[in-house]
């Protein structure tokens, strides 16, 4: 048996909290949530920091009118789905691109739920997650971006097409 399930846990193990053994924890698994459960059970006053997160969620209306109001900029999104493990780690990479360039008005970097939304995946041929397109300048057609998903592959594409040079972190 997996330790998790002696203690009766189907996903994760079971939080521990001082010396009374194991809590039962059925909560949201967010961040905030995790702190307050831990604060109540220790009696800390710990916090989280939240980094601020410069990547636009977009559903299928927000899409529709970014792609139109960015005709002069360079926009650049992410199809995702909640339970893709590889989408959460290009996410982190978004976030830093998306971060780097908050100062730039003619970049935007978004990501959409493809899952929920799968007709605007349909439309943009995204059959796995990720999917990244972008809407270069000038365009409201898209093109499927090819190249790594690492952060110094889309900054050198993001400069390669805007010509504005940034650096992460």
């Known amino acids: 048996n997996h330790p998790a399930q002696l203690h009766g846990a189907l996903a994760t193990p079971p939080l521990s909290a001082g010396g009374g053994g194991a ?30 997160n410069f990547v636009v969620d977009l559903d299928e209306q927000s899409f529709k009118s970014t792609v139109e109001h960015t ?19 290009v996410s982190a990479v978004l976030a830093s691109v998306a971060e780097a360039y908050a100062d730039e008005p003619s970049v935007t970097v978004g990501r959409i739920d493809g899952d929920m939304y799968r007709d605007l995946s ?27 998903k690492d952060v110094d592959a889309m900054l ?4 390669e097409m805007c010509g504005v040079k940034r650096q992460a972190g």
């Open 156 to 159: 050198a594409y993001v400069e």
């Open 23 to 52: 809590q039962a924890y059925d909560e949201a698994t967010d961040s905030r949530s995790l702190t307050a459960f831990i604060n109540e059970q220790t009696g800390t006053r710990a916090s989280v920091r939240r980094r601020r």
């Open 122 to 148: 349909d439309a943009h041929q995204a059959t796995g997650f990720p999917h990244i397109v972008v809407f270069p300048r000038g365009s409201i057609q898209y093109e499927r971006y090819g190249r790594g």
């Open 71 to 89: 005709r002069d900029s360079f926009l650049l999104v992410m199809f995702d789905a909640p339970w893709c493990g590889h989408c959460k780690k």
